[in-house]
C-alpha cells in the first residue's frame, strides 16, 4: 500500500498541526479558555489533508535551506486562510457538517463564525511578521493576502449561477481558478519565492501548483457524485440540490436526455427529482470525461515538471502529480 | 478640495471593485469625511492621500458588511459576508499595488481587534477614533 502524501515527502503532519496550534497559543490576546481559542483549536484538530502547506513547504525545497524556516511561516498564513474561507464558506453555502462534523456556524452562531474567520486570516498575517522584518515578510504575506478578492470573486460566480443552465465549460474552469487553483499556485510559488528561488522556478511551480489545483478540484467535484454521505463527512449531492452546477452537470447538458431531466431542477424541486438526476449522471459517460479532464491538467503539471530536471525538488513534483492523478 | 479628496478616492474605489461584487460605496459617513479632512491636511502626493483614504473605507465598510449580517435571509447573509470578506482582501491588493504597504502594519492590528472586541459581544464603536490615531501616527511618520 502507497503511503500517505506527507510521508512520500518526508513531512510530518503532526509538525504541520503544531505550527497550526503554535499561531494561536502564541498569540498574548487570546484565552485559552475562550470560545474562540477552542473554535479554532477544533477546526484545527478536526484535520484534513493539509495539501496547500505540503505544497508550500515543497515550493520552499526550490529556494536554500537557510531560508526553509520561510517556508514554513507561509505554509501556516495559507493554511489560515484556507480553514478561514471554508469557516465562511460553510454558511454560504448553509452546509451544517463539515468533515463529519458540526461546522462551525452550526456549533456555534453565525456571527462567531464570521468572526473567527476575520480573526484566524488576522491574527496569521501577525504572527507571520512576527520576528521577521516588516519590509520583507509582512509583504509577502499581505500579497497573499490579497488573493481573497480572487477567491471572493470565484464565490460571487458561483451564488450568481445556481441553477444556470446556460453555464460553460470556460465559466465553470474561470470559477474552478479562483475559487482554488489559484491559491495552490501560489502555495507553490510563494514557498518558493520565501525561500529565494529564482523568479522563473517561482513562477513554474506557481503554473504546476495552478494546474493540480484544477485537477483536485474537479475530482473533488466529482466526489460529489460519487461518494456516499458518510465517506463525505456531508450530504451527497449537496452541489447539484443548491444549484452549483460543476462539470459532470455542465457535460450532462450536452446529452438531450440528460438535460431534459436536469431542466426540471429548481432550487425548489424534490428529492426523488435530484436523486432522478444523480442516478442518471452516475449511469452515464460524463463521470468518466471529467475525469479525463481532471488527468489532463495533471499531465500539464506533469509536463512542467520537465523544466526542473536535475534539481532535488524535481521529485517531490512527481510525487505531487502522483499523488493528483490517483 | 476636501470634499473632492473623498469624493476621488470613492470613484477610485468603484472602479478598482471587480464589477461581479455589485457593491457600490458611498460617501454618507460622517467619520470618513472627518478622516478624509484628516489626512487632507498633510503635506504628501494626492495619489498617496487617496490610498491611504480608500484602505480606511475599505475596513471601515468591511467591518460594517460583517458587524450587520441578517441571518435570517439567506442571499443577504451569504452576500454580507463575502462583500466584507472582499473588502477587506481590497485593503492588501490596494496597497501593495499603490506602494504604501507599510500602512497594512497599523490596520491589521486594528482590524483584529475588531474581531476580538466582536466575539465578546461588544460593540466597535471607537474603532473609527483609533483608526483616525493610528492613520494619524502613520502619517505623522512617513509624510516627510
Known amino acids: 500500500m502507497k503511503k500517505p502524501l506527507h510521508e512520500q515527502l518526508q513531512l510530518s503532519l503532526g509538525e504541520i498541526n503544531e505550527l497550526l496550534l503554535h499561531i494561536i497559543q502564541s498569540d498574548d490576546e487570546l484565552q485559552r479558555s475562550s470560545l474562540l481559542y477552542t473554535s479554532v483549536e477544533r477546526l484545527i ?11 508550500a513547504l515543497v515550493g520552499g525545497r526550490f529556494g536554500t535551506s537557510e ?39 452550526a456549533a456555534t452562531d453565525i456571527s462567531t463564525a464570521v468572526h473567527t474567520g476575520n480573526y484566524m486570516l488576522a491574527r496569521a498575517l501577525e504572527w507571520s511578521n512576527e520576528d521577521e522584518l516588516i519590509d520583507e515578510d509582512f509583504y509577502m504575506g499581505a500579497e497573499l ?18 441553477f444556470d443552465f446556460n453555464i460553460t465549460l470556460d465559466q465553470y474552469l474561470e470559477k474552478t481558478k479562483r475559487k482554488t487553483a489559484l491559491l495552490m499556485g501560489a502555495c507553490m510559488s510563494a514557498g518558493a ?10 513562477n513554474q511551480l506557481y503554473e504546476f501548483g495552478e494546474a493540480l489545483g484544477i485537477a483536485f478540484q474537479i475530482q473533488d467535484d466529482l466526489l460529489d457524485f460519487t461518494s456516499s454521505s458518510d465517506q463525505l463527512g456531508k450530504p451527497s449531492g449537496a452541489d ?5 452546477f460543476t462539470l ?18 429548481h432550487s425548489g424541486a424534490s428529492d426523488e427529482q435530484f436523486n432522478e438526476v444523480l442516478e442518471a449522471i452516475l449511469q452515464s459517460n460524463v463521470i468518466d470525461r471529467s475525469r479525463q479532464l481532471a488527468e489532463q491538467y495533471a499531465i500539464k503539471a506533469k509536463s512542467i515538471i520537465e523544466h526542473f530536471e536535475g534539481h532535488p525538488g524535481q521529485h517531490d513534483l512527481q510525487v505531487l502529480v502522483s499523488y493528483f492523478l490517483k | 478640495m476636501k470634499k473632492d479628496l473623498l469624493q476621488d478616492t470613492l470613484d477610485l474605489l468603484n472602479e478598482l471593485i471587480h464589477k461581479q461584487t455589485n457593491i457600490e460605496l458611498d460617501a454618507n459617513d460622517r467619520s470618513l469625511q472627518e478622516l478624509a479632512d484628516m489626512i487632507g491636511s ?7 492621500k487617496m490610498t491611504v483614504l480608500s484602505c480606511c473605507m475599505l475596513i471601515s465598510v468591511g467591518i ?28 492588501y491588493r490596494v496597497a501593495i499595488s499603490r506602494k504604501e504597504q507599510k500602512l497594512l502594519a497599523k490596520l491589521n492590528p486594528i482590524y483584529k481587534k475588531v474581531q476580538l472586541q466582536s466575539l465578546l459581544g461588544s460593540d466597535n464603536e471607537g474603532i473609527m477614533i483609533e483608526l483616525k490615531q493610528e492613520i494619524k501616527q502613520y502619517l505623522d511618520q512617513y509624510s516627510a
Open chain 1, 248 to 265: 459532470p452537470v455542465i457535460y450532462a447538458l450536452e446529452d438531450e436526455d440528460l438535460k431534459a431531466l436536469l431542466l426540471q431542477l
Open chain 2, 42 to 48: 498633510y503635506c504628501i502626493a494626492r495619489s498617496r
Open chain 2, 64 to 91: 460594517r458588511k460583517h458587524n450587520k449580517l441578517l441571518t435570517s435571509d439567506t442571499d443577504r447573509l451569504a452576500r454580507s459576508i463575502l462583500d466584507g470578506d472582499y473588502l477587506v482582501g481590497l485593503i
Open chain 1, 145 to 162: 493576502a490579497a488573493l481573497i478578492t480572487e477567491l471572493c470573486v470565484g464565490e460571487y460566480d458561483q451564488l450568481q449561477h445556481r
Open chain 1, 193 to 202: 519565492r520565501a525561500t529565494g528561488a529564482d523568479e522563473a522556478a517561482a
Open chain 1, 67 to 105: 531560508r526553509a524556516h520561510l517556508a514554513w511561516k507561509v505554509a501556516g498564513l495559507l493554511e489560515y486562510m484556507h480553514m478561514a474561507s471554508l469557516v465562511h464558506d460553510d454558511i454560504i453555502d448553509d452546509s451544517p457538517l463539515r468533515r463529519g462534523e458540526q461546522s462551525l456556524h
Open chain 1, 240 to 244: 447539484l440540490r443548491s444549484g452549483n
Open chain 1, 45 to 55: 484538530m478536526a484535520g484534513g489533508k493539509r495539501l496547500r502547506p505540503i505544497m
